[in-house]
């Protein structure tokens, strides 16, 4: 029932508990006041000495009455704050650990659990703090201040029958959240893939393994409800029962001429107050089970283990200007197995344009993500002016390199907002200023509402090529020194390809710019282009100097040429073809 570290992790929702606990005691008293003030009221009704004050006894029973108003009122609130303060703490919490794990934190969790755990997670947890725990406290409080006699014969029974449940409870409850996870995880991947599954034709094969997942999912929710609802039962039964005994030993003792009329009365209308504080426990008690599970979930992702954030000295930090580029016998795998890069050295000088190329797998993005400390080096070293890379905290390097690739994120917000998260404070003239450097400012200034038009979910209210432009946009505002393209005109148009081309040109004459790119054609004014084939580098040089090589690079090109003339001669025979029809009709 406890969690001492969900506790102690949300400790400033404690004195909300205590508050909320403290309302309800004070309840309770006024109720129990007024109990005994009307059972002493029919005792000196039937022994004929009652004298009403209305002024004083309606005074007393209105001013218990309004406080007891009040107490519930608190505890309401006070509960309300305690369940607020938990959500926000476990979320930011949860936040600063993501931030911490950094890019690649789906490497030890999926995208869905992160947003399940952070969402409906946190949610469970909020009656676990809001009212499980004050009902706890104030369960064993409410008997002690009611009568101690029967205390000891039905009481304990409730919270036995809790701990019974419990052990039951838990381990059904942490396979439902596994379960639920999963499902998640499924429904998301699905639906990011959904027209990729239209496509081949397997929308059929995956609408029937959800299926199969949400009836699992299905089957072991209605285990969860039956487990709930047979508990629940029992403790009615119990409560009820119990508050029943009472109610039938007073009418003993009452029948016996141990006690009044009116004490008969108090017994039997404080019976129900006894019990139902337990009762109403017992009844929350498997929501906060589930809070409880889902806060297993919670710590597996808060114990990752994230290595301590570098830090430089101030000369370090000066040091970092015109920076020069060097990888020095570096090697990478995926899983220590699979070997992507082997003994790769490369130099790459201040405001140089280099280009990576090679064929799909040749290790090319990879070179990126080790630039990006998305990836860590497994031998050898990339520095950055004789500085390690792994020395260097993530949000300097941040500072120092603009990335843009084939799938930049573009926010449902606005142009303007979308452009000033890489500098806050931007004005609108230096946004235009970078959307001109971009080529996309005369698009924007024929906009209606310019840079306040929204941009839909993703960008999806931009082309492809507009996209890319507001994500170069963004990039140029930041400043940095460089600039690393990652495939960054695949799959949009022509005419933006060329004007993306024209702003890395202009960048390339004051920024470092790494280019990585299958069309070897917009590499070609490079300084230096590595040519990659199965992790390791084939050649080196610039355009013409490989050409003349004569080696991989040159068949590269060679063979990028014959498929494009192939390509050329298809069109201007189906221009041909069309003309032919035309005339014809």
């Not at 109990?35 to 000196?44: C, E, Q, R, S, V």
């Not at 409850?173 to 699905?190: A, C, H, I, Q, R």
């Amino acid at each position: 029932m406890f969690k001492k570290r969900l506790l102690e992790l949300c400790n400033s929702s404690k004195k909300w508990i205590a508050m909320t606990v403290l309302m309800n005691w004070i309840s309770i008293i006024c109720n129990i006041l007024v109990i005994l003030f009307i059972g002493n009221t029919i005792d000196k009704l039937i022994n004929s000495n009652l004298e009403i004050n209305y002024l004083r006894d309606g005074l007393y029973i209105g001013s218990l009455l309004v406080i007891r108003f009040l107490a519930n009122y608190y505890s309401t609130r006070f509960s309300l704050n305690s369940s607020s303060e938990v959500k926000k703490v476990l979320r930011e919490k949860i936040y600063e650990k993501l931030l911490d794990i950094g890019v690649n934190y789906n490497k030890f969790i999926s995208t869905s659990s992160v947003v399940q755990i952070g969402v409906d997670g946190v949610e469970a947890l909020e009656i676990y703090f809001g009212r499980f725990l004050p009902q706890l406290f104030y369960s064993a409080l409410a008997p002690l201040t009611l009568f101690v006699v029967v205390s000891f014969i039905c009481v304990p029974l409730i919270p036995l029958t809790i701990m019974a449940v419990m052990k039951i409870a838990k381990k059904l409850l942490s396979k439902y959240w596994g379960v639920y996870t999963n499902l998640g995880d499924s429904f998301l991947e699905n639906l990011q893939g959904l027209t990729t599954l239209k496509i081949f034709d397997l929308d059929e094969e995956k609408n029937k393994e959800m299926n199969e997942d949400a009836e699992n999912f299905r089957k072991i929710t209605m285990r969860v409800l039956l487990m709930q609802l047979n508990s629940i039962t029992i403790m009615d039964l119990v409560a009820y029962g119990g508050s029943a005994v009472g109610i039938l030993i007073a009418i003993s003792q009452f029948r016996s001429g141990i006690i009044t009329p009116g004490g008969l009365l108090i017994i039997i209308l404080l019976s129900a107050e006894f019990f139902l504080p337990m009762r109403l426990l017992g009844s929350l008690f498997h929501v906060a089970m589930n809070g409880i599970s889902a806060s297993d979930r919670i710590f597996d992702l808060l114990d990752i283990e994230v290595e301590e954030k570098p830090s430089l000295s101030d000369e370090q930090m000066k040091s970092l200007d015109n920076i020069d580029i060097k990888l020095e016998n570096v090697s990478y795998s995926y899983d220590k197995k699979r070997t992507i890069l082997e003994n790769i050295n490369i130099d790459i000088k201040e405001k140089q344009t280099v280009a990576f190329v090679g064929e799909s797998g040749s290790g090319k993005s990879t070179i990126t993500s080790l630039l990006l400390k998305i990836d860590e080096v497994d031998k050898g070293a990339i520095t950055f002016n004789g500085i390690n890379l792994n020395d260097i905290p993530f949000d300097v390097l941040n500072k120092k390199v603009g990335f843009i690739n084939h799938n930049a994120y573009i926010f449902n917000t606005t142009i303007r907002e979308n452009i000033k998260m890489g500098k806050k404070d931007a004005t609108d003239e230096e946004i235009y200023a970078v959307l001109k450097e971009a080529n996309l400012d005369s698009f924007v200034k024929k906009l209606p509402n310019k840079l306040d038009t929204k941009v839909g979910e993703g960008g999806n209210l931009l082309s492809g090529g507009q996209k890319q432009r507001l994500c170069l946009a963004r990039t140029i505002i930041k400043n940095p020194d460089i600039y690393i393209f990652d495939e960054a005109t695949s799959n949009i148009d022509v005419e933006s390809e060329e004007k993306i081309w024209e702003s890395i040109e202009k960048l390339s004459k004051d920024k470092t710019v790494i280019i990585i790119s299958h069309r070897l054609l917009n590499v070609k004014n490079a300084d230096t282009i590595y040519m990659l084939e199965n992790g390791v580098i084939a050649e080196s040089g610039n355009h013409n100097e490989l050409m003349l090589k004569g080696g991989v690079y040159k068949n590269l090109v060679d063979h990028q040429n014959d498929l494009e003339n192939i390509y050329d001669e298809l069109e201007s025979k189906n221009l041909e073809k069309v003309s032919e029809e035309i005339e014809v009709i």
